[in-house]
Every structure is written in structure tokens, then in C-alpha cells.
DNA sequence: GTCTATAGTACGATAGAC
DNA sequence: GTCTATCGTACTATAGAC
């Protein structure tokens, strides 16, 4: 792996445990195991982290939105199984992003309503009704808002979903919405 | 008012709209106008800060689960219904918590975990199922999770939902689960 | 009860050796 | 490509006048 790709990853767990304000480079670079300067050297600016973290995620997004369009149980169920906290890369990615838009950094927040735009628009090809394809985003939205409380790290927290448990839902509101 | 609900006020509306780094004692003390020294005459520390609020949370959640049991239409249709953004005080104060809680501060985890607790116990009172029960109090989340993302300031939103839009969802999962 | 001034610390970023 | 040393800034919190 990169020392690039090594900082990014240490840039996105440590937004991820411990927030956004206790992201400082030393952090960062104890993290990836090298120094400031050393960071410095693959990341000019803490700006230029954050670019490369949304970069990130608008290639997961992307192979995401590839993958939900060809799930065989259709876009919805698809959507709503991998919000349910795997700890895979776009998880991760998406809850690390996440925090820099409640920070108000700008490009993160185009980042998260890009992606949502999207997974919407899928779920809408799929429903025809507005409210219940609203309704399943916003299932997806609630998982990533529990994962996102807690740092995400916990997968056997007490309230935490399974998708065993979510899918007859998202099968009875797709059902409905047909009749 | 008294100065220290002002300068709780201000804590308040600065977390939510800035985020967590961007709300400075000085920032503070000049949004509610007094001078730094005159915010540490009420809370001796940062730390103070966000244990008033937190106590504000959990007082507004007090009202919210006593109206929640009272409410006509049954508790999760309440909840629903009220976990779309109105800019209430409960809605200002929740996301407030959750940007601390986003940064790692443990009782502002805890006061969250603590909040949906009580709520999905509240909605497993009308709904037996669990999973549904889950998947009701995931809708509110949801709607917490947009308003955080976008700073909470702005109704009118692509995205954003109403409760007319999402009664109908609400009714549906309450009818299926009865079957 | 509110102010100004300032101490002490930690941050982001630069400079230059290797 | 990675390091150490350091600059300038901004933060939390204290001290003491009014």
C-alpha cells in the first residue's frame, strides 16, 4: 500500500473514532506511522486530506451505484442491506465524510447530497411512489446515523440492525406501494 | 431570559450551525454578546458548557416522552410526525448533542443512546413487532441524520420531508406489523 | 456580574538537513 | 521521500480591575 493511501486511511479512521477536531496532523501521522513533515510531503494541507477522502468516496459511491443498479433483489433491498453497518469501505468512508459536513466543510456536503441524489434516483426507478421511495432513503440515512453516534466500531451494539430484521419491512413497503 | 440560557443558546445554535470546531468560547460569548470573561462567569469551563446543554436535552426529552405517551394518534406517529425538522426547541438542542456526541464526548453519547431508548421503548408499546418498532424509530433517525448534514437551518430543502408525505408510510408499517 | 490582559498550550504549516 | 526544528496563530482558561 502507498504512504498516500496509508495516511488517508489513518485521515478517515481517526475522523471516524475520535471526531473531527481531535483529527490534527501529529494524529493523523502517528496514526500512518510517520511524521508531520512526512505527511505534509503526500498531503500539502489538512484541505488537501479532505479532498482526497471525498475523492475516495466518490469512487466507492460510484461502484456502489454500479452494483445497486445490477442487485439482483432490485435497488431498494440492495440499498437498505449494505446501510446496515458492515464496516466495509464505503461505510467507513461515507461516516468519515459525513463528519467533515457537520463541520461545515463545504465539499463534503456536496459530497453526501451527490451520493444520496443518486441512490434516490435508483430507489425511484424501482417505486414509483415518492413517499416510499423517501422512506426507504431514509432507512439508510437512520443506519448511517446510529453508526455514525457510536464511531461506527461497535457491530453487536444493542440497537443495532441486521439485515434479517429490515428486509420483510422494506419488502411490505414495496409491496404496498404497488397496489 | 438570563444570560446563562443566552449563552446556551448561542453554544446551541453554533454547534449546530458551524460544528463542533468552529464553536469557541469567543465565538460564543460574542454570539450571545457578552465578552469571554463574562461566558466563564457562568460556566467556569467548555466542559460546563456542554454538560447545560445536555441537561437541556434531557429535559426537553422528558416533555417530549410525556407528549408522546399523551398523544392521541399513538406514539409512533407522534414520533414521526415530530422528528421532521420544525426548528423546535427539542429538534435545535438534539442535533446540538449530536454534533458533541460526533466528537467523541461520552455523556453526549450517552444522553443520545438514552433519548432513543426511551423512544423505541414508547413505540414498542403500540407495536409489538420489533422489527417494525425498529424501523420506525430508523425513520426518525433518518430525518435527524438530513437535518445534521445540511446545519438544520434550511426547510425548504430538496429532501427534505413533511409529515404529510410520511403519515401514510407510518400507517402502512403500523397496519402490516397488526396482520 | 462583566470586563481586559495575558499565561500556557497545541495547532497548521514552513524551512532546510539528510 | 522523510525527518527535526520552529514560526505564527488561535485556543482554553486564569487573574485581577471595575
Redesign the interface.
Known amino acids: 500500500m502507498s504512504a498516500r493511501d496509508a495516511l488517508l486511511d489513518a485521515y478517515q479512521s481517526l475522523l471516524q473514532?475520535?471526531?473531527?477536531?481531535?483529527t490534527t496532523l501529529t494524529a493523523v501521522a502517528a496514526r500512518a506511522g510517520v511524521s508531520k513533515g512526512g505527511l505534509l510531503y503526500h498531503f500539502a494541507s489538512k484541505e488537501a486530506l479532505a479532498a482526497g477522502l471525498i475523492a475516495r468516496l466518490d469512487a466507492l459511491v460510484e461502484e456502489d451505484l454500479a452494483q445497486m443498479r445490477a442487485a439482483a433483489d432490485g435497488p431498494s433491498r440492495y440499498y437498505v442491506r449494505t446501510s446496515v453497518w458492515t464496516g466495509g469501505a464505503l461505510d467507513n468512508a461515507l461516516i468519515a465524510v459525513?463528519?467533515l459536513?457537520?463541520?461545515?466543510h463545504v465539499e463534503a456536503?456536496r459530497a453526501?447530497?451527490r451520493a444520496?441524489?443518486q441512490w434516490?434516483e435508483l430507489i425511484g426507478t424501482e417505486v414509483d411512489e415518492?413517499?416510499?421511495a423517501?422512506?426507504i432513503?431514509?432507512?439508510?440515512?437512520?443506519?448511517?446515523?446510529?453508526a455514525?453516534?457510536?464511531?461506527g466500531t461497535d457491530p453487536a451494539e444493542p440497537?443495532r440492525?441486521s439485515p434479517e430484521?429490515?428486509m420483510?419491512?422494506v419488502d411490505?413497503?414495496l409491496r404496498?406501494a404497488r397496489e
Open positions: 473514532e475520535a471526531g473531527e477536531r481531535a459525513a463528519q459536513a457537520q463541520e461545515s456536503q453526501m447530497r444520496r441524489e434516490l415518492e413517499a416510499t423517501h422512506a432513503l431514509l432507512l439508510g440515512d437512520g443506519l448511517y446515523f446510529d455514525a453516534l457510536g464511531g440497537g440492525f430484521q429490515l420483510p419491512i411490505r413497503l404496498a
